[in-house]
């Protein structure tokens, strides 16, 4: 029996979500940061902060058993994960309004969840402290395998994909960058390390495709080289920034980098390092850890449409 296809309907959402692109494009082309969250660990919640404003929106999200939250990541869902340590899971918010709907993951052995990262297939990429190795889960919650591990890893914190489809993640007690392969999880390399690099915890390649790392514990953020990982010298650091924790770059090239003892969000310009301002502090921000920035309502339905590799596709 022949089945009619009615394509009416693929027209039209096609035609959605390019608007929805478009949209999106034109919010970085202009500059216009989006508000950011932050994990704030001794309050147990997330904050969310406007940017334009540089004031406290509020709380985003927070309850469903959250116990120290670190790892943030917006899913292809359209959804808020939060990493909740003390009770070793990954727990799932509505990426809008930030109300709690369930415990996403909670298995496979995940002891102190800390950096939360989607890959390219959907699947949910978690650092397990307590294991020393990465977590990977299917985009149903199951636990697929352990993906990474060995190569010195201990303590690992931050991930990123490269611009090479290779995963980094920071070993924080080995004070090193550990690259792995990333289709396969093989261990290739200690990627980077030296300049001062003390308990390494967030990274992020940048616009440039050089690598960034937070070091903890020696107050400044290191850049190194993208491609063969030579240090190329401290980026940001200052008198305001103390235990730089997490960082991201935004659509107005400025680094926006969490003072986990000095409970702040500090501001440096993304091409110099020159420390713009505060961007945060106060306001119940208690330990801020991994940082954010909250897609256009747009993108988050788009993601929740599965456009997330349209998006990716479309910026590239």
């Given amino acids: 029996m022949a089945i009619q296809t009615d394509s009416s309907w693929i027209n039209r959402l096609a035609a959605l979500v390019g608007v929805f692109l478009l949209a999106f494009e034109g919010t ?23 940017a334009a404003t540089r004031s406290l929106v509020g709380v985003f999200a927070e309850g469903g058993g959250l116990d120290r939250p670190l790892g943030l990541a917006y899913g292809p869902d359209g959804r808020l994960y939060v990493s ?12 809008a309004t930030g109300a709690f709907v369930d415990e996403f993951v909670g298995g496979g052995g995940l002891n102190g969840p800390e950096g939360l990262l989607f890959g390219a297939d959907g699947s949910l990429y978690v650092s397990s402290f307590g294991t020393d190795n990465v977590l990977r889960y299917d985009a149903a919650g199951a636990f697929i395998d352990i993906f990474a591990t060995g190569g ?37 390399d200690v990627f980077a ?5 003390d308990a390494p915890t967030g990274l992020v390649f940048g616009p440039d495709d050089n690598l960034y790392v937070c070091s903890t514990y020696s107050d400044k953020v290191l850049r190194y080289d993208g491609t063969t990982g030579g240090l190329l010298g401290t980026f940001a650091s200052g008198s305001e920034l103390d235990g730089p924790r997490a960082l991201a770059f935004a659509p ?30 106060g306001d119940g921000l208690d330990g801020p850890m991994f940082v954010t920035f909250v897609p256009e309502p747009g993108t988050i339905l788009l993601l929740g449409l599965g456009g997330a590799a349209m998006l990716r596709k479309r910026k590239a």
């Fill in 28 to 50: 970085v082309e202009a500059g216009i940061v989006p508000d950011l969250l932050v994990s704030s660990y001794w309050t147990n919640n997330v904050l969310r902060y406007e």
């Fill in 252 to 281: 107005d090239g400025n680094l926006y980098v969490s003072g986990v003892f000095s409970d702040n969000i500090l501001r440096y310009d993304g091409v110099t390092g020159a420390f713009v301002d505060v961007f945060a502090s």
């Fill in 84 to 95: 909740s340590t003390n009770t070793n899971s990954v727990l799932r918010y509505n990426g």
């Fill in 152 to 188: 010195g890893l201990d303590g690992p914190d931050g991930m990123t994909f490269g611009p090479d489809g290779n995963l980094y993640v920071s070993s924080s007690r080995t004070d090193t960058v550990l690259r792995y392969d990333g289709a396969t999880g093989a261990f290739i």
């Fill in 193 to 197: 390390m030296g300049g001062g690099l």
